[in-house]
T-cell receptor, first 111, second 115 residues
Framework: GENVEQHPSTLSVQEGDSAVIKCTYS??????FPWYKQELGKGPQLIID?????GEKKDQRIAVTLNKTAKHFSLHITETQPEDSAVYFC??????????FGAGTRLTVKP | NAGVTQTPKFQVLKTGQSMTLQCAQD?????MSWYRQDPGMGLRLIHY???????DQGEVPNGYNVSRSTTEDFPLRLLSAAPSQTSVYFC??????????????FGPGTRLTVL
């Protein structure tokens, strides 16, 4: 089955700096790659996603890039703010039937 | 819309006890799933359902049963709880069941402790 690896496990940045989180996946048939943000005591919330027919997607300060050949995708957060501090998860799936998640990255934005 | 709701929020069980974690959604979503979240391991899929009457196993199904009698509800049953099932459980739903996965919406979670 699909295996997703996520790096780094923790990331600390100064407010206003950029943050990058990277994920790799193993199954070349995967075609949907969402990113979730999880705040303490809450369920994961989708922040951005990308499908295999697109190489890059941007939504205000958040962007995701996908390299299908290398089987990796990345989350980019620019102009970070303290409220961006949370745990971020990447995931990969082929259909709606079996989504595999990375282990998570704890992002801390220092004011 | 309430979205995805889960009950209870917290539960403590003794080894061998049984219980059902409830999950409901009011978005008329076809796809529903259960995950467990353990420290340092992300979320792992337990069971999922692509519609009423249809369920399938995910990555870690052992020790758990599910059924889907209605579109709205997808309960998760622990028949004989074990300490290894101590975890936070999340239910999720999405509308897509086609070739491409649609956005999954997660519930607030149930924190289960098995003594």
């Amino acid at each position: 089955g699909e295996n997703v690896e996520q790096h780094p496990s923790t990331l600390s940045v100064q407010e206003g700096d950029s943050a990058v989180i990277k994920c790799t996946y193993s199954d070349s048939a995967s075609n949907y790659f969402p990113w979730y943000k999880q705040e303490l005591g809450k369920g994961p919330q989708l922040i951005i996603d990308i499908r295999s027919n697109v190489g890059e997607k941007k939504d205000q300060r958040i962007a995701v890039t996908l390299n299908k050949t290398a089987k990796h995708f990345s989350l980019h957060i620019t102009e970070t703010q303290p409220e961006d501090s949370a745990v971020y998860f990447c995931a990969a799936s082929i259909l709606a039937r079996d989504m595999r998640f990375g282990a998570g990255t704890r992002l801390t934005v220092k004011p | 819309n309430a979205g995805v709701t889960q009950t209870p929020k917290f539960q403590v069980l003794k080894t061998g006890q049984s219980m059902t974690l409830q999950c409901a959604q009011d978005m008329n979503h076809e796809y529903m799933s259960w995950y467990r979240q353990d420290p340092g391991m992300g979320l792992r899929l337990i069971h999922y359902s692509v519609g009423a009457g249809i369920t399938d196993q995910g990555e870690v199904p052992n020790g758990y049963n599910v059924s889907r009698s209605t579109t709205e509800d997808f309960p998760l049953r622990l028949l004989s709880a074990a300490p290894s099932q101590t975890s936070v459980y999340f239910c999720a739903s999405s509308s897509g069941t086609g070739v491409l996965t649609d956005t999954q919406y997660f519930g607030p979670g149930t924190r289960l402790t098995v003594l």
